[in-house]
């Protein structure tokens, strides 16, 4: 956030009417940073729990995910997850939600296993390494495809509206669902005590 490019945060934006005429599909992996992970970008768990999350993470994070998992989860939500969460929150027009959950590989359902899968490219080296070649790949780029031409025809993906106080959410998966707040823990916590953006 520059103050001039950016003056405040999406969702802030969104929050005060921006794009209210605008219809928002947003969402994001379950596992956004495990891809990170292993292309070596590790970190301080502590200081990143000091420095990036909001008052009372440490507490919340280890009752909601297992000691290894911790700085997976707190820095998916960081980068990805819980920016999405926010912009569904904010939005005041209509808001569809999705989470890609579906794991084809150790990486889990990272950051840009959703790229080759909405854009059909499954034989592409991104998506090679991704999908690890799974046969449930094509299944899962035809609901994508479904979804996101279904979107631009009509405003709607094929799921029930986002609303803040049930969040409901899509769930990509070999068998797709629809759950409300999939991300309940740490979407509460982020959202009553707001994002610090970067500047």
């Known amino acids: ?31 956004e940073y495990a891809l990170f992970l292993a292309m070596g970008e590790g970190g301080d768990t502590a200081l990143a729990l ?22 997976l989860r707190l820095m998916s939500d960081w980068l990805f ?16 939600a ?8 150790a990486l889990g359902a990272c950051h840009g296993l959703d790229v080759p899968l909405t854009f059909g490219t499954l034989d592409s080296e991104l998506a090679r390494l991704l999908t690890g070649g799974s046969s449930e790949a094509e299944g899962l780029s035809a609901q994508f495809r479904s979804a996101w031409t279904r979107f631009a025809a009509t405003g709607s993906p094929g799921w029930p ?5 049930n969040a409901m ?3 990509f ?3 797709p669902s629809d759950v409300g707040d999939p ?17």
């Open 1 to 31: 956030m520059d103050g001039e490019v950016l003056p405040e945060t999406p969702w802030e934006a969104l929050a005060d009417g921006a794009a209210c005429d605008v219809d928002l599909l947003v969402g994001f992996t379950r596992d």
């Open 50 to 71: 000091k420095t990036l999350a909001p008052p009372q993470a440490g507490v919340v994070y280890r009752t909601a995910y297992p000691e290894a998992e911790l700085h």
């Open 81 to 96: 997850r819980m920016p999405s969460a926010l912009l569904a929150d904010a939005h005041t027009g209509p808001t569809f």
């Open 98 to 105: 999705y989470e890609l959950t579906w794991a084809p590989t």
């Open 161 to 165: 509206e986002y609303e803040p106080v």
């Open 169 to 171: 959410t899509h769930l």
């Open 173 to 175: 998966d070999v068998t």
């Open 183 to 199: 991300e309940s823990a740490t979407r509460a916590l982020w959202s009553e005590a707001g994002f610090h953006a970067m500047t």
